[in-house]
């Protein structure tokens, strides 16, 4: 998600854009931590591993005072998010010129499409820059149910032989593929994450993660919504009791569905918006959850 900071009417800070590197993610999560975002210190060490060159730091003398980050998938498209200032420098022009220093590198490495996740605030900036509207997304917030059914046979939990068939199953639905991005979050907390296996291979698979202030979901990919319920239960049974965030896109009306049938309620919109050949939309009605608003 992109929070940009620009005023007509306010004075530019004296500042400089920079790489944002591995020193910096002890200030980075305090950015983090003003704007009550959901990442984690862990989070900071993955954009950096997706991607080393195309993530940045605002400077103010020598104080880091924003941040954003990028990452590419292949050619097809690219991401911008974390663009994050600190309350003191806001509406001085450095949320506006660290993204113009992401879409400068992600176009400068011959991404085609830039796409970012957009509060109501950002898109009023963005549609001048030349960003269309692509849908709407909601992040849901609710408390997992202690209530837990029959685990369905055909739910298991990912394992490494079976990431190639994943991935691949993944880039139709994302519109890309994205090894790293699918690898790393599996990795990361193997107890939550599953897939759904048929005749016809891969239905399905879900994700998750923990988050400073809940548990996030995503992503959430599945041929239908009686799949995607299952999977999800699977989820939740583990993390009963607690508070859990999803990312759901407008198109897909059947994860909305789901989220009223659990009693999730609606915490925020954003608007997903692109500038450039939107050639590989994926199939949002598959997505039943985003894995996140700053990797897509």
Same mark, same amino acid.
């Given at each position: 998600?992109?929070?940009?900071?620009?005023?007509?009417?306010?004075?530019?800070?004296?500042?400089?854009?920079?790489? !944002?590197?591995?020193?910096?993610?002890?200030?980075?999560?305090?950015?983090?931590?003003?704007?009550?975002?959901?990442?984690?210190?862990?989070?900071?060490?993955?954009?950096?591993?997706?991607?080393?060159?195309?993530?940045?730091?605002?400077?103010?003398?020598?104080?880091?005072?924003?941040?954003?980050?990028?990452?590419?998938?292949?050619?097809?498209?690219?991401?911008?998010?974390? @663009?994050?200032?600190?309350?003191?420098?806001?509406?001085?022009?450095?949320?506006?010129?660290?993204?113009?220093?992401?879409?400068?590198?992600?176009?400068?490495?011959? @991404?085609?499409?830039?796409? =970012?996740?957009?509060?109501? =605030?950002?898109?009023?900036?963005?549609?001048?820059?030349?960003?269309?509207?692509?849908?709407?997304?909601?992040?849901?917030?609710?408390?997992?149910?202690?209530?837990?059914?029959?685990?369905?046979?055909? /739910?298991?939990?990912?394992?490494?032989?079976?990431?190639?068939?994943?991935?691949?199953?993944?880039?139709?639905?994302?519109?890309?593929?994205?090894?790293?991005?699918?690898?790393?979050?599996?990795?990361?907390?193997?107890?939550?994450?599953?897939?759904?296996?048929?005749?016809?291979?891969?239905?399905?698979?879900? =994700?998750?993660?923990?988050?400073?202030?809940?548990?996030?979901?995503?992503?959430?990919?599945?041929?239908?919504?009686?799949?995607?319920?299952?999977? !999800?239960?699977?989820?939740?049974?583990?993390?009963?009791?607690?508070?859990?965030?999803?990312? /759901? =896109?407008?198109?897909?009306?059947?994860?909305?569905?789901?989220?009223?049938?659990?009693?999730?309620?609606?915490?925020?919109?954003?608007?997903?918006?692109?500038?450039?050949?939107?050639?590989?939309?994926?199939?949002?009605?598959?997505?039943?959850?985003?894995?996140?608003?700053?990797?897509?």
């Amino acid at each position: 998600m992109t929070r940009p900071n620009n005023s007509p009417s306010a004075a530019p800070a004296a500042r400089s854009i920079r790489r !944002l590197v591995a020193s910096d993610i002890p200030v980075a999560h305090e950015l983090r931590r003003l704007a009550g975002w959901n990442q984690t210190e862990r989070d900071w060490v993955g954009y950096l591993e997706f991607e080393p060159e195309g993530c940045f730091a605002a400077e103010v003398g020598d104080r880091v005072v924003g941040t954003a980050t990028t990452i590419r998938y292949g050619d097809r498209f690219g991401w911008v998010g974390m @663009v994050l200032v600190h309350p003191e420098q806001r509406r001085t022009g450095v949320g506006t010129a660290l993204l113009h220093a992401a879409i400068a590198s992600l176009r400068a490495r011959g @991404v085609r499409c830039v796409k =970012l996740d957009a509060t109501p =605030l950002g898109r009023n900036v963005y549609l001048p820059m030349g960003f269309q509207d692509e849908y709407g997304l909601s992040r849901f917030e609710g408390v997992a149910p202690s209530g837990s059914g029959d685990a369905a046979s055909g /739910v298991a939990p990912i394992t490494e032989a079976i990431l190639p068939a994943l991935i691949a199953f993944d880039a139709e639905a994302f519109g890309a593929p994205r090894p790293a991005v699918v690898t790393t979050l599996s990795r990361r907390h193997p107890e939550l994450g599953f897939v759904w296996r048929d005749a016809a291979g891969i239905a399905g698979y879900i =994700l998750a993660r923990e988050g400073t202030n809940a548990v996030q979901v995503g992503p959430w990919i599945a041929r239908d919504a009686a799949t995607a319920w299952e999977l !999800l239960g699977h989820v939740l049974r583990r993390v009963a009791g607690r508070k859990v965030f999803l990312d /759901v =896109l407008e198109p897909n009306r059947a994860a909305g569905e789901l989220m009223a049938r659990l009693g999730f309620k609606v915490q925020r919109s954003l608007t997903r918006m692109f500038s450039g050949e939107n050639r590989h939309p994926g199939l949002p009605e598959r997505v039943f959850g985003i894995s996140s608003p700053e990797k897509g």
